[in-house]
Every structure is written in C-alpha cells, then in structure tokens.
T-cell receptor, first 115, second 114 residues
Framework: AQTVTQSQPEMSVQEAETVTLSCTYDTSESDYYLFWYKQPPSRQMILVIR??????QNATENRFSVNFQKAAKSFSLKISDSQLGDAAMYFC????????????FGQGTRLTINP | DSGVTQTPKHLITATGQRVTLRCSPR?????VYWYQQSLDQGLQFLIQYYNGEERAKGNILERFSAQQFPDLHSELNLSSLELGDSALYFCASSVASGAPYEQYFGPGTRLTVT
C-alpha cells in the first residue's frame, strides 16, 4: 500500500518570503500522480498543484512550484512571495495511475504567515 | 466554488443514531468519492462510485454504506454512530474514473456525535 509522509506538522514564514514544505511517499508503482492540496480555515480542499510521475519537469503554478525527486520519492512544495492568504493546512497526496483512483493523503503541514 | 454541493453543512446527533449525508457532483461528473477527515485518522478514502456502480472501497466501516443514484447524486449512510465517527466528511467528483481526471471537493459535512 502507498503511504505519504509529511514530517513537518507546522511551519511558519514571514510575509513575502519563500517557504518549502516537505513530502515523501512510498510506492512500488512507476506511474502515478502527486498533488498538493490547501485547506484554509473554511475547510474547503483546494488543489494547488499536480505532478505526473512520468514528467521530469517540475510543475509550476504562479508562486507555487514543486521539487519532484522520483528516485528519492520526494515531492516538496515551494511557495514564493508568501502572502497572508497562503495560511492554511497543506496536504500532500498520491494517486495511482492504474486501478483505484483514491487519493492517499499525508498528515498535513500547518503553514502560518507572519506579517 | 468547486461546483460540488454537500448537505447538510453541519449535523449533530447522538450515539447509536443513523444519518444520511448527501452529495451532488459537478454537472457532467460521473464519479463520486467519499473521504473522512478526523483528528485521529487524518484524511481517508472511504468509497468511490462511478455512474451508479461501486468502483473502489477504502477504509469504510461495515456500519457505513453509500450509493449513487441515477441522477448521479450520492448518499453516505452512517449507522449505529459512535463518538469516534465525529469527523468532516468530504465528497469529491470527477468527470470519469480515470487517472488524468481531477477530483473536485465539496465543502464537507461536519458530523458531531454526542
């Protein structure tokens, strides 16, 4: 079974600075998808960014980018120019490319933005 | 707004009771997923339906059941409720049951069992 680990329960960053959230995963599959979801205080789950395992290029969405290291099974999220609205729980998630389409989530990292 | 709706937003009930959570997927989405978010277990996949048929099962208790109706809305039934069932229950939907398709989450139903 696949597992996802987020080793940082909490992180904080100064507004306008850059922060990196860590995620590692365990799988025996070669084809899969990885995601970062944001959960603000409203509790809504919002997709931030996704990465296909077969793509070597790291995904980027505006101020959000990932560092995908397939051999190391590492998938970190970098947030540049942090804004107060970035404060939230961030979840790393894994989904197989075959079979069940369920998302497997890490335990989450609570990100605080200091003004 | 993801386009996925869930009712009710909040539900408070007593142990031993039964409740039904409802989910309406985005227009055109055929696949529905249910997830449970609790302090103890984190975010866990419960079950998936695709066009009315059960497609995948996760850590769903025998006291829980779900179904997807011909109009594609889905219901999650929780019975013989225990204090530990208190959680946020999310429904997500996707166009089809395939890997490239994104799952869009509803706002969740917060269940409190007293």
């Amino acid at each position: 079974a696949q597992t996802v680990t987020q080793s940082q329960p909490e992180m904080s960053v100064q507004e306008a600075e850059t922060v990196t959230l860590s995620c590692t995963y365990d799988t025996s599959e070669s084809d899969y998808y990885l995601f970062w979801y944001k959960q603000p205080p409203s509790r809504q789950m919002i997709l931030v960014i996704r990465q296909e395992a077969y793509k070597q290029q790291n995904a980027t969405e505006n101020r959000f980018s990932v560092n995908f290291q397939k051999a190391a099974k590492s998938f970190s999220l970098k947030i540049s120019d942090s804004q107060l609205g970035d404060a939230a729980m961030y979840f790393c998630a894994y989904r197989s490319a075959q079979g069940a389409q369920k998302l497997v989530f890490g335990q989450g990292t609570r990100l605080t933005i200091n003004p | 707004d993801s386009g996925v709706t869930q009712t009710p937003k909040h539900l408070i009930t007593a142990t031993g009771q039964r409740v039904t959570l409802r989910c309406s997927p985005r227009s055109g989405d055929l696949s529905v997923y249910w997830y449970q978010q609790s302090l103890d277990q984190g975010l866990q996949f419960l079950i998936q339906y695709y066009n009315g048929e059960e497609r995948a099962k996760g850590n769903i208790l025998e006291r829980f059941s779900a179904q997807q109706f011909p109009d594609l809305h889905s219901e999650l039934n929780l019975s013989s409720l225990e204090l530990g069932d208190s959680a946020l229950y999310f429904c997500a939907s996707s166009v089809a049951s395939g890997a490239p398709y994104e799952q869009y989450f509803g706002p969740g139903t917060r269940l409190t069992v007293t």
